[in-house]
Nanobody, 123 residues
């Protein structure tokens, strides 16, 4: 059973940065498509970024140029570096994993999910 544990969320002022981490059980980070989603209060969960082997990355338009997804296969960990944060980035951020396949931004395509970490961006 794959387990994903997110960390690194918190409160930050607009314009600031945070780095989220997602630690995975089992050696899946280098094999699976790994992604970040987020869900703001009263809104649906949405795709943020994904990474798949060997090194392809994908981003939602709303975060392109500000967020960077990366991974450390040796540590079985995926990261989301978030810069130039805006109040509209406030949400619970979830890590997700999908067995080896093509990239997908669809929630239904991901089999494994973490519990989420809160990111709050203040003015």
């Amino acid at each position: 059973q794959v387990q994903l544990v997110e960390s690194g969320g918190g409160l930050v002022q607009a314009g600031g940065s945070l780095r989220l981490s997602c630690a995975a059980s089992g050696r899946i980070v280098g094999l699976y498509t790994m992604a970040w989603f987020r869900q703001a209060p009263g809104k649906e969960r949405e795709f943020v970024a994904a990474i798949r082997s060997p090194s392809s990355t994908y981003y939602a338009d709303s975060v392109k140029g500000r967020f960077t997804i990366s991974r450390d296969n040796a540590k079985n960990t995926v990261y989301l570096q978030m810069n130039s944060l805006k109040p509209e980035d406030t949400a619970v951020y979830y890590c997700a994993a999908r067995p080896p396949a093509g990239y997908s931004p669809l929630i239904s395509e991901y089999n494994y999910w973490g519990q989420g970490t809160q990111v709050t961006v203040s003015l």
